[in-house]
Every structure is written in structure tokens, then in C-alpha cells.
């Protein structure tokens, strides 16, 4: 059976992915900061049989990432899907910086999917699968100005910064971790409706079909790969 780990799993795009997997009769851990009231994933738990488990992780918080190692103990995971992120201080323009807010969307984007990969190597390397997804975003790109028109587009330092942060530091641990046969990918999945994004413009409904989902990933495991939902490529 596969079992795909999702932080960030209690609403948007991470929910989806769980729900999806869930239905696919793969063995769900949802991660969220507040079990208490990740209703969705609690209905989840209920539908699926006990396929899908809610467990508490804030990514921001080192503690509570090395309590998820040892609660999981030596449990097998195939999918590691790193989603939970932040669009950081509504201040990031090129003129009045929130400078705390930087270093805490740093912490949570950038830098919280690397700790999560680090603290569960060895349960990807018990897996059969053993893969290992950062959710990014377009944004990330220092080569094109992504989302032209948008709030994304005219300021976001901090997300921006972050996103492309993230992508550098995936690329260095799919090269790092080849030798685990542990393959790494980056998806974008582009304009999307959720709780964390308040936006008037028409976006992709949140659904994902099956060719989308991180089990069908190519098998090449020797090279630094990259992946995404609705872009042709992603741009450096």
C-alpha cells in the first residue's frame, strides 16, 4: 500500500491531493498545524476507513518537525509531499519592507520543506517509491515575469524570493540523494483558488486528475528532474 505523507493537508491544495490519494485507496498523513479544527480531514479520516490519519506539524517550528520524526518511527514513506507554505507580509515592495515577515516566509517555504526532507530520509529510503515533491510556484523565476498583471507581479519579495529559494535547494537534494534512488520533484501548479489566495481573477479549479498527481512521476532517477501541473516548463 502507498503511503503519501502532505503537509499543509487541512485545506487548498494540499486537502485536494490527500482527498485524491485517499481515494485511491493509498494511506494518507495529512499533516496540519491544528488538528482540532482540520474538519475536512477529519471527514477524510471518516470516508476513507482510516486510510487517511491527521497528524499535528507546524513546518515553521523545529520541535514539532522532530516530534513527527519520532512519531513516525520507522515507517515507510512513499510520497513526501511538501505543501504547506505561506504568501508572507502583505508588505513586500521594493520600498517598505517587512523585514521579519521575509525571514519567517523564508522559514516556512524555503527552508521548513529541506528540515522536513532531512528528518524523514530514512523512512523515503524504507519505501518503495521513494519520492520526495516540493509544491513551488512560477514565481520562483528569476528569467520572466511570472503572473504579469498580478499582485505576484508587481511586488511578493518575500514569496518570490522564497519560491526560488526552494527550487535551488530541491535541486541540490535530488542531485544529493540520487544515490538513495530517491527522486525529487518540483510542481507548479499554477493559479488556484484557495484559502491563502484572495483574488478576483479566474482561476483553475482544484482538482487533480490522475495523470497529475506525484505516483506518476517519470522513473528516471538518475537526473535532476523537474516537474509541473500547467506550465510547459519552469522557468529558471
Not at 524555503?110 to 530520509?121: D, H, M
Not at 524570493?161 to 510542481?187: E, Q, Y
Request: proline content about 4%; hydrophobic content about 40%.
Amino acid at each position: 500500500m502507498t503511503a503519501v505523507l502532505i503537509t499543509g493537508a487541512s485545506r487548498g491544495i494540499g486537502f485536494a491531493i490527500a482527498r485524491q490519494y485517499a481515494a485511491d485507496g493509498a494511506d494518507v498523513i495529512g499533516c496540519c498545524r491544528e488538528p482540532a479544527v482540520a474538519n475536512a480531514l477529519k471527514d477524510l479520516a471518516v470516508v476513507s476507513g482510516g486510510r487517511a490519519q491527521i497528524m499535528q506539524l507546524d513546518v515553521s517550528d523545529e520541535t514539532s518537525i522532530a516530534w513527527l520524526k519520532r512519531a513516525l518511527n520507522e515507517q515507510p514513506i512513499d510520497i513526501l509531499i511538501n505543501n504547506a507554505g505561506i504568501l508572507g507580509p502583505e508588505i513586500q515592495s521594493d520600498d517598505d519592507i517587512d523585514a521579519e515577515g521575509w525571514i519567517t516566509t523564508l522559514r516556512v517555504n524555503a527552508l521548513a520543506p529541506i528540515l522536513i526532507a532531512q528528518a524523514l530520509r530514512d523512512n523515503l529510503r524504507r519505501s518503495s517509491e521513494k519520492k520526495l515533491v516540493a509544491i513551488s510556484s512560477e514565481a520562483g523565476s528569476t528569467s520572466m515575469d511570472c503572473y504579469r498583471g498580478s499582485a505576484l507581479s508587481r511586488n511578493r519579495y518575500a514569496y518570490r524570493a522564497s519560491k526560488a529559494a526552494l527550487n535551488n535547494g530541491m535541486h541540490r537534494l535530488a542531485r544529493d540523494w540520487a544515490s538513495d534512488g530517491v527522486l525529487v520533484g518540483i510542481l507548479n501548479p499554477g493559479f488556484v483558488r484557495t484559502h491563502g489566495r484572495r483574488t478576483r481573477r479566474r482561476l483553475f479549479r482544484l482538482n487533480l486528475p490522475g495523470r497529475q498527481r506525484a505516483r506518476h512521476h517519470p522513473k528516471d532517477r538518475r537526473a535532476n528532474v523537474r516537474y509541473q501541473w500547467r506550465f510547459p516548463r519552469l522557468p529558471r
